[in-house]
């Protein structure tokens, strides 16, 4: 089938509109009009770091609408709503014990360019193309795998999903499937993109006392608050971010996120833990040294690193999608739409600031 993507031909290249060959479904995967995909950081550092094989299809955010399902598919209809999500083997000890995003298969999965099978769904005069994250949701039409496809309310605008997939369910499974502070706690959130505004409000509804958000934008920190902040800090402008959050918390934070990967960001968030805090690094950060003995080991601290916010997507999506729904979680605040044309201006809007979660809408 012939359909339009945004291509990636080489490292650090703009995204082109053209013409790709995308294969029939195998027995267990669907093919999906992709209705819209979010604009992920992820998909940037694929773009300009190599992350993929070249050339390629990026996009990991899509979401959209069945059109066809191969023979062995049981779970996913024909004009089902879905949102897609990363990949995962699924037999793995980790994926059976209900942790898929550290599938030991993980990087090949997505990252490798190749579906589970080794072989390729998309081409172009006979060249195959990667696809990324079992998907290449930068597509009008996409194949994944049909226990990475994730069935969605119909009530609920489709365009808008596609984030649940990756970095709205990190920064909110961070909060409800890993930290799980108890109610009445404390938790600082470091950087106030979509991931860190994400689990401001999951800290919200997890009924946490002190949610402070930590960022360098004010208008950030304004939405912040909207969404659930108690405290907000600008740390450009605060000469002592660490001292402050110790001030606000009586001793420091039980609970830290770091979105931003920034080391002395990253440093903040564990010295302004108290004692027993734990501290969970979400964001792509460079190497880092620690004080291991007054850093951590001495106050009995917890650094732990967190992918996809160790969601099971089936579970987890339709969940953010009631809270949603329910008034709990409108992440539809952070999100402002752009056509499939304007792709490279989305990931411009997105470096600069300008948006905090774009999303590319793909023609009717």
């Given at each position: 089938?012939?359909?339009?993507?945004?291509?990636?031909?080489?490292?650090?290249?703009?995204?082109?509109?053209?013409?790709?060959?995308?294969?029939?479904?195998k027995p267990n995967e669907v093919v999906i009009k992709i209705v819209a995909s979010g604009v992920c950081h992820?998909?940037?550092?694929?773009?300009?770091?190599?992350?993929?094989p070249f050339p390629a299809v990026l996009g990991h955010e899509g979401s959209g609408v069945v059109q066809e399902i191969g023979d062995a598919v049981t779970t996913i209809e024909p004009g089902d709503h879905v949102v897609i999500a990363f990949a995962s083997c699924g037999h793995c000890e980790n994926c059976l014990t209900g942790h898929p995003s550290v599938c030991l298969a993980f990087n090949d999965l997505?990252?490798?360019?190749?579906?589970?099978?080794?072989?390729?769904?998309?081409?172009?005069?006979?060249?195959?193309?990667?696809?990324?994250?079992?998907?290449?949701?930068?597509?009008?039409?996409?194949?994944?795998n049909e226990k990475n496809v994730v069935k969605v309310d119909k009530d609920v605008d489709l365009a808008l999903l596609g984030p649940l997939g990756c970095g709205i369910q990190t920064g909110s499974g961070t909060v409800l499937n890993k930290l799980k502070p108890e109610?009445?706690?404390?938790?600082?959130?470091?950087?106030?993109?979509?991931?860190?505004?994400?689990?401001?409000?999951?800290?919200?509804?997890?009924?946490?006392?002190?949610?402070i958000a930590v960022d360098i934008h004010e208008s950030r920190l304004e939405l912040a608050k909207e969404l659930g902040a108690t405290h907000?800090?600008?740390?450009?402008?605060?000469?002592?971010?660490?001292?402050?959050?110790?001030?606000?918390?009586?001793?420091?934070?039980?609970?830290?996120?770091?979105?931003?990967?920034?080391?002395?960001?990253?440093?903040?968030?564990?010295?302004?833990l108290r004692p027993l805090g734990q501290c969970a690094i979400v964001g792509v950060t460079p190497e880092i040294t620690f004080d291991v003995h007054n850093d951590i080991m001495a106050e009995g601290k917890t650094i732990m690193g967190v992918i996809e916010g160790d969601a099971i997507p089936k579970v987890f999506i339709p969940q953010l999608v009631e809270?949603?729904?329910?008034?709990?979680?409108?992440?539809?605040?952070?999100?402002?739409?752009?056509?499939?044309?304007?792709?490279?201006?989305?990931?411009?809007?997105?470096?600069?600031?300008?948006?905090?979660?774009?999303?590319?809408?793909?023609?009717?």
């Open positions: 089938m012939k359909v339009q993507a945004a291509v990636t031909h080489s490292q650090g290249d703009d995204f082109k509109l053209e013409e790709v060959e995308l294969s029939e479904p992820t998909d940037a550092v694929a773009r300009d770091a190599g992350l993929a997505n990252f490798g360019g190749k579906m589970e099978d080794g072989t390729y769904r998309i081409h172009q005069n006979g060249q195959a193309l990667s696809t990324f994250f079992g998907q290449s949701s930068f597509g009008t039409f996409a194949v994944a109610f009445g706690s404390s938790i600082a959130i470091y950087g106030s993109g979509a991931v860190g505004l994400s689990a401001v409000m999951a800290a919200k509804i997890q009924g946490c006392k002190q949610i907000a800090i600008n740390s450009k402008t605060t000469e002592d971010v660490v001292k402050e959050i110790k001030e606000i918390t009586n001793g420091g934070t039980h609970y830290a996120i770091d979105t931003t990967g920034v080391p002395p960001v990253v440093k903040q968030s564990i010295h302004a809270y949603y729904k329910n008034g709990q979680f409108p992440f539809d605040k952070l999100v402002k739409f752009y056509e499939f044309e304007q792709i490279n201006e989305a990931f411009a809007d997105s470096k600069n600031g300008v948006t905090i979660k774009p999303i590319v809408k793909m023609a009717e």
